[in-house]
C-alpha cells in the first residue's frame, strides 16, 4: 500500500491540475483480463502505457467497488472493497503503482450522495426507527393519504420516494430504488463518508471526482418543487420526455449546507495533496460549478452538463465558458470540461452529421483542451468511436430500458473498447463481452490507428504533447475574438504570452482575418494552413494556432 497520510511524506501542495488533461476510463469496458467479459483493474494496468503515451496528465477511472452493480458500480455496497468483478485491492494498488511510476495520476470516483440499498448501513437502517443507522438515510413519513410526502422525482423516473413496509416510511432516492440517499444533514453520515475518501488517500490515490456532488443534501422542511417555466435555465440532465425536466429543483439538491461539507471535505483533500472534481447536475450548473469552486477552500474543479447537450455551434461554446468565466471572475474558480463521458451520446455522434470523418474528431480535441479549464478525454474519444447502436434485447442499462425508444441509454457509449480489428471481440476479451462490441469500431481499433500517422489516434498524441509545451493553453486568461458564426476564435494570454486558437465548427470554408502581428505555430498536428496576409483561410472542421507578437 502506498501511504501518504499526514504523518508520512505528504505530497507538496501543487497546482498540477490546471489545465489538466484527464482521461476517464469506464472498468467493465476497457479491458478484459480473465475471461468473464467484463474488464477489469489488471486490464488497465496492462494498458497504462498506452494512455501515458496520449500525453495526458492523470486517469479517472470510474466506480470499482463492491456492488450489486444495479447502475454498474454508482450504487456502492463497500466503498472499501473492489468487486470481485474488477480484481482486488491488491490489484488496485499495482495500478497505482504503475500509474505512478508512469508519471500519470490517479483519480477514483467517489459516489457519496447515495448508496446501495444491499450496504451494511441501510439495512440497518430500514429494520426500525430507533436503530444506531436510523437516521444515517433520509426517512419521512406518508402524507394521510398515503402517498409520498412530497412532489421530489427521480432522475430515472417516477416519484424519489420508496415505501418500507418494514419501517412504515417512505425513502428518499434522487436515482433508482436501489440507491437510497444518505442523510447529510445527520453529522456521523458526514464524518464516516470523510473517512471512506481517506482510505483510499492512503492508499495513494491522487483526487476523487465527486458522483452528484450537488446531490449531498436536501431541503429538510421537504418542500414541494415547483413547476419548471421562467428561471429552468439549463435542465441539462435528463433527456426530453423525461418528467424530471418539468420541475425546478429547487429543494431536492444544490442546498446552501452542501458548502459546509465541501469545506471539510477540502481540508482533507489538501491534508493529502489531493484534487476533486465535482460533478454538478443543476438547472444553473454553471452558477453551481463556480460557487463550489469559489474562493480555494472547496472543490478545486467542476464541470456540469453544458457540453454534454445535443446542441452545437461555435456560438454555443463561446456563451458557456463566457457566462462560466463570468461567474467566477470575482471568486476564482476553476472548470473542468469534456465532450463526451459514460452517461452521454459519444461526441462524434451526438455534434456530428455522419459525413465528418476524422478531421472532426480532430478538431474537437483542439477546441476542448484550447479552453480555459482542465478537460477529460472519455475513453475512445482518442480513436473517433462513434456511438453504438444496442439492439434494445442487448440493453442492461436501467435508465435507456425506461425510457425506450425516445431515449436508448448509456448503453451506446459503454460499448467495448477495441484493441484490434480482429472479429468479433476486437482483442476486448475471448468471450462475448457485456455489452456487444460494436463491428463499425473495429476498422477504428487501437492497432488499426497506432501506426497511421494521418489517425484520431496519431493526432491525439501529437497534439497533446504539443500543447504540454504551451503554458499559455493550460493556465492563460481567455477572450473570444469577433468572428463568423461557424467560427470560434480564442485568444489565451499568460505573462505577456500570447496565443490564438481558430477553429472552423463547419462544413464549409470560411475565412478569418487576424489579428495584426500573427504568427503561424506549428508541431500541433492540425493540417498546416498558411495565412495569406492576415487572411487565414479555414477548410471545413479545418483549425489553426498562432502566436500573436
Request: hydrophobic share 35%; proline share 6%.
Amino acid at each position: 500500500m502506498n501511504s501518504r497520510g499526514q504523518g508520512s511524506d505528504r505530497l507538496a501542495q501543487t497546482e498540477w491540475w490546471r489545465g489538466a488533461a484527464i482521461y476517464q476510463i469506464y472498468p467493465r469496458s476497457f479491458q478484459d483480463t480473465n475471461g468473464d467479459g467484463i474488464g477489469d483493474l489488471p486490464g488497465i494496468t496492462a494498458h497504462l502505457p498506452y494512455i501515458a503515451d496520449l500525453g495526458v496528465d492523470a486517469i479517472w477511472i470510474s466506480p470499482f467497488f463492491t456492488s450489486p452493480m444495479m447502475d454498474f458500480g454508482y450504487d456502492v455496497s463497500d466503498y472499501r472493497g473492489v468487486d470481485p468483478l474488477f480484481g482486488t485491492l491488491a490489484d488496485f494498488d499495482q495500478l497505482v503503482a504503475e500509474a505512478h511510476r508512469l508519471g500519470l495520476k490517479v483519480l477514483i470516483d467517489q459516489v457519496l450522495s447515495h448508496s446501495s440499498d444491499q450496504h451494511a448501513w441501510f439495512r440497518e437502517s430500514h429494520l426500525d426507527r430507533e436503530n444506531p443507522k436510523a437516521d444515517w438515510y433520509v426517512w419521512a413519513d406518508a402524507r394521510l393519504d398515503g402517498t409520498p410526502p412530497n412532489n421530489w422525482l427521480s432522475v430515472f423516473g417516477g416519484s424519489a420516494w420508496t415505501w418500507d413496509p418494514r419501517r412504515r416510511q417512505y425513502y428518499l432516492h434522487n436515482f433508482l430504488a436501489s440507491q437510497p440517499d444518505l442523510n447529510f444533514h445527520h453529522k456521523p453520515v458526514q464524518d464516516q463518508l470523510l473517512e471512506e475518501c481517506r482510505f483510499w488517500l492512503e492508499r495513494g490515490v491522487d483526487g476523487f471526482r465527486f458522483d452528484a456532488c450537488n446531490f449531498h443534501f436536501h431541503d429538510q422542511r421537504l418542500r414541494n418543487n415547483p413547476t419548471a417555466g421562467v428561471g429552468a435555465q439549463d435542465v441539462s440532465t435528463v433527456r426530453p420526455g423525461n418528467p424530471y425536466g418539468l420541475q425546478i429543483h429547487k429543494y431536492d439538491k444544490s442546498q446552501k449546507e452542501n458548502l459546509g461539507f465541501l469545506k471539510r471535505l477540502r481540508k482533507l483533500m489538501d491534508a493529502y495533496g489531493a484534487v476533486s472534481v465535482g460533478e454538478i447536475g443543476d438547472e444553473d450548473s454553471l452558477a453551481t460549478m463556480a460557487q463550489y469552486t469559489a474562493d480555494g477552500d472547496k472543490l478545486q474543479m467542476a464541470y456540469g452538463f453544458s457540453l454534454l447537450t445535443d446542441e452545437f455551434s461555435a456560438s454555443r461554446i463561446r456563451g458557456v465558458l463566457e457566462a462560466f468565466e463570468k461567474r467566477i471572475k470575482p471568486v476564482g474558480g476553476w472548470g473542468c470540461w469534456s465532450f463526451s463521458n459514460h452517461d452521454c451520446v459519444r461526441v462524434v455522434s451526438r455534434w456530428g452529421q455522419g459525413g465528418e470523418g476524422p478531421e472532426f474528431a480532430k478538431v474537437l480535441l483542439a477546441v476542448l483542451a484550447s479552453l480555459r479549464g482542465s478537460f477529460c478525454i472519455y475513453q475512445g474519444e482518442e480513436l473517433g468511436l462513434t456511438e453504438a447502436v444496442v439492439p434494445f434485447d442487448r440493453l442492461i442499462d436501467p435508465y435507456g430500458i425506461a425510457f425506450w425508444p425516445d431515449f436508448k441509454g448509456r448503453d451506446g457509449c459503454r460499448t467495448p473498447l477495441p484493441w484490434t480489428s480482429e472479429a468479433p471481440r476486437g482483442g476486448f476479451s475471448t468471450v462475448e463481452p457485456w455489452l456487444p462490441m460494436a463491428a463499425e469500431h473495429l476498422p477504428k481499433s487501437v492497432a488499426a490507428q497506432v501506426k497511421d500517422k494521418a489517425s484520431v489516434l496519431s493526432f491525439y498524441r501529437t497534439f497533446l504533447g504539443w500543447r504540454k509545451e504551451q503554458n499559455v493553453l493550460r493556465e492563460g486568461s481567455l477572450r473570444f475574438l469577433k468572428s463568423d458564426e461557424q467560427v470560434l476564435a480564442i485568444r489565451r494570454e499568460l505573462n505577456g504570452e500570447r496565443i490564438i486558437a481558430v477553429f472552423n465548427l463547419g462544413p464549409d470554408a470560411r475565412d478569418f482575418m487576424l489579428p495584426m502581428g500573427t504568427r503561424t505555430l506549428r508541431g500541433h498536428g492540425l493540417q498546416e494552413i498558411e495565412p495569406e496576409g492576415r487572411t487565414l483561410h479555414l477548410p471545413p472542421w479545418g483549425g489553426y494556432f498562432g502566436s500573436i507578437r
